[in-house]
């Protein structure tokens, strides 16, 4: 049974958040975005022309994403280079960020966002998707709406928000399920998961992952705020 939090949370507590834009000065956007002890720091470049030429289409933009962890953002040193899980999260942040920006307003033009992890503790690729949306925005580009990410899962048989790798490493066992929305649309732009769940705690967690996306979504509009008004 896992009846209290490792940090003391409650169970459908956010960690702390920091969230910040214009960051990197010779980016058109960008943002860092701190959830606890997981930080990502995007920068987005374009519209701009497309290279490799293969690469263009007639009718829309074409989003380039690469995702990256620092050598000493985790206690292990990670190994520098892109490996499969970082272009695995490079695919999902780049598809995710296709339905929230309005990529047939662009065509022929490509929009490059790189997302680089400074400090990691589980929900990686929510952060940066988060950032790299704030950066798009801080860059001007025409959007839908913001994303916000967010893990939720289950460790032991609680159902709860934005793990710790503490939590997912959790002996009794976990499910991870990172999900993220375009939130004034309530659509689910990312939902990946690892583990086993029940149909009706899928249906839980989703429902807790929208409501800790709504208070990541407030915070994200609030720092575009400070920057532009
Ligand atoms: O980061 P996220 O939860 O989106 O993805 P994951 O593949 O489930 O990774 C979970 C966590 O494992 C990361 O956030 C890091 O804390 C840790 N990790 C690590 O310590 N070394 C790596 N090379 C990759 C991940």
């Given at each position: 049974?896992?009846?209290?939090?490792?940090d003391?949370r409650?169970?459908?507590?956010l960690r702390k958040i920091e969230a910040?834009?214009?960051?990197?000065?010779?980016?058109?956007?960008?943002a860092r975005f701190k959830i606890g002890n997981t930080e990502a720091i995007a920068?987005?470049?374009?519209?701009?022309?497309?290279?490799?030429?293969?690469?263009?289409?007639?009718?829309?933009?074409?989003?380039?994403?690469?995702y990256d962890m620092m050598?000493f953002s985790v206690p292990?040193?990670a190994?520098?280079?892109?490996?499969?899980?970082?272009?695995?999260i490079?695919?999902?942040?780049?598809?995710?960020?296709?339905?929230?920006?309005?990529?047939?307003?662009?065509?022929?033009?490509?929009?490059?966002?790189?997302v680089y992890v400074t400090q990691a503790d589980a929900g990686t690729r929510c952060a940066s998707l988060t950032a790299a949306?704030?950066?798009?925005?801080?860059?001007?580009?025409?959007?839908?709406?913001?994303?916000?990410a967010v893990a939720v899962g289950?460790?032991?048989?609680?159902?709860?928000l934005d793990l710790t790798k503490e939590e997912e490493d959790?002996?009794?066992?976990?499910?991870d399920?990172p999900?993220?929305?375009?939130?004034?649309?309530?659509?689910?732009?990312?939902?990946?998961?690892?583990?086993?769940?029940?149909?009706?705690?899928?249906?839980?967690?989703?429902?807790?992952?929208?409501?800790g996306?709504?208070?990541i979504?407030?915070i994200?509009?609030?720092?575009?705020?400070?920057?532009?008004?």
């Amino acid at each position: 049974m896992y009846e209290e939090r490792f940090d003391k949370r409650r169970f459908d507590e956010l960690r702390k958040i920091e969230a910040e834009t214009g960051v990197v000065p010779n980016a058109a956007g960008s943002a860092r975005f701190k959830i606890g002890n997981t930080e990502a720091i995007a920068a987005v470049y374009g519209p701009e022309e497309v290279k490799p030429r293969h690469l263009e289409h007639a009718d829309k933009a074409t989003i380039v994403c690469k995702y990256d962890m620092m050598p000493f953002s985790v206690p292990d040193r990670a190994k520098p280079g892109i490996d499969r899980r970082d272009m695995e999260i490079s695919e999902v942040i780049t598809s995710a960020l296709n339905r929230a920006i309005f990529v047939e307003d662009l065509p022929k033009s490509m929009i490059s966002v790189y997302v680089y992890v400074t400090q990691a503790d589980a929900g990686t690729r929510c952060a940066s998707l988060t950032a790299a949306s704030m950066a798009c925005a801080d860059a001007g580009l025409p959007m839908r709406d913001l994303v916000a990410a967010v893990a939720v899962g289950k460790v032991g048989d609680s159902i709860v928000l934005d793990l710790t790798k503490e939590e997912e490493d959790y002996e009794g066992g976990t499910t991870d399920i990172p999900i993220a929305f375009l939130q004034s649309k309530g659509e689910i732009v990312l939902l990946q998961l690892d583990g086993n769940i029940s149909r009706e705690d899928l249906k839980k967690a989703i429902e807790l992952g929208r409501k800790g996306a709504q208070e990541i979504y407030e915070i994200e509009k609030n720092a575009l705020k400070r920057r532009f008004l």
